[in-house]
């Protein structure tokens, strides 16, 4: 009789839809829910991802490791929230966490034209999920995505030693970048096995960079993927989109004085030039400790960009209305399957050789702030063996 009584109710529910919520006009069942969540499924109808009434997702039932393997920090906008669903999905991010993997969405404190209503919507999204972090920043253009990754590197180290923030290695990407957490966790795990420390890992890029030219960004030279660039405060590498840092790395660079007094006095500019490149500022930061602390940086560099291609683009040219009013389109589906499934061929072993012979790293090591310990860093890359 129970089943039949919800039967009846969920037809009749069935026959009323309103701004993506079922409502009851006939008498309240008394008996489970379970009939509405599958005439809902089967009817298609799924609530909007900015919904108020979107709930939590049930806590998983494993138990995390105390200790995190990897910690994520993933750089959005207030407005963001479809992409931030998506990657929710896409990553699953609660099974993730089941493995140690921790996903976080960095947000700037210092925010303009976000209405009382998103204002509110972000409020319940943490509720909901409690993935949202707010950092020191300025939250808008052209400082966010910067001054927004400097800050999370620093939180890193600051809230080290805290439940949910212990961890061997911390990442940073942004919410147009989709890598795979799988194959980030199998990298890891080949990494671990050279025993060596200070590693830095992504899509390399040589960079020749000034923090303090009067030019916004300060490039010196080109950038290029076939040898140093000599000029400026390098050569140094940067780490294109997506880093991740062992968390010996992450020390020794974000929490040194050379790296704290870099993020305030630039988050404190009030007049242009602006910085804006938060990855040539990440391996300059790194690359000027290695030279102040002679750390063994170990670099691994990826497969070239082109075989990497893990950004993807939500406001293509010719669409510039996707996403659209919250509606999940096939061009939008198949980028984000493009992207997570091109990141890092999963079989290619890393491989290290001497710094000279690999990369061509064989000049420019006496700067101003030491002598480049090129004997001490990795050389390493990733690529199918030939």
């Known amino acids: 009789m129970a089943t039949d009584r919800c039967s009846r109710v969920a037809v009749c529910a069935a026959l009323f839809f309103f701004s993506g919520g079922l409502y009851w006009l006939c008498a309240p069942p008394r008996c489970s829910q379970q009939p509405l969540a599958a005439l809902r499924d089967l009817a298609g109808i799924r609530p909007r991802p900015h919904s108020s009434r979107l709930i939590a997702a049930p806590s998983s039932v494993c138990s995390p490791p105390a200790r995190l393997r990897l910690l994520v920090g993933i750089i959005t906008a207030p407005l963001n929230r479809d992409r931030r669903v998506w990657i929710r999905q896409k990553l699953r991010i609660s099974e993730a966490r089941c493995r140690g993997v921790r996903v976080i969405f960095v947000l700037g404190s210092r ?74 966790e199998a990298d890891l795990a080949r990494m671990e096995a050279m ?88 391996g300059y930061l790194i690359f000027h400790n290695a030279i102040l602390q002679q750390l063994p940086v170990t670099y691994v560099a990826l497969s070239p960009w082109r075989h990497n291609k893990y950004w993807f683009n939500w406001f293509p040219p010719k669409r510039p209305g996707i996403p659209d009013a919250h509606v999940i389109t096939p061009l939008m589906a198949t980028a984000t399957a493009d992207a997570y499934d091109n990141f890092t061929d999963p079989d290619d072993p890393i491989g290290c050789a001497q710094c000279a012979e690999a990369w061509g790293w064989s000049c420019c090591f006496s700067t101003p702030a030491g002598r480049v310990p090129i004997e001490r860093f990795g050389c390493c890359n990733k690529r199918a063996p030939r």
């Open 111 to 184: 925010r303009r034209g976000v209405a009382a209503a998103d204002a509110a919507a972000l409020k319940e999204e943490m509720r909901n999920h409690g993935d949202l972090l707010t950092v020191p920043a300025r939250d808008y253009l052209p400082h966010a995505v910067a001054e927004k990754s400097i800050s999370w590197w620093e939180r890193a180290v600051a809230r080290r030693g805290e439940a949910g923030w212990e961890a061997d290695w911390v990442a940073k990407w942004d919410d147009d970048s989709l890598p795979s957490l799988r194959r980030i």
């Open 195 to 282: 025993r060596r420390s200070h590693y830095y890992y992504g899509v390399m890029t040589w960079r020749a960079w000034r923090p303090l030219s009067p030019v916004p960004d300060g490039v010196c030279g080109a950038r290029g993927d076939d040898g140093p660039t000599p000029g400026g405060a390098g050569p140094t590498l940067q780490s294109l989109l997506a880093q991740v840092l062992s968390s010996d790395l992450v020390r020794a660079f974000a929490a040194s004085p050379l790296a704290k007094n870099f993020s305030a006095t630039l988050r404190a500019k009030q007049r242009p030039p602006f910085w804006t490149h938060e990855d040539a500022a990440t």
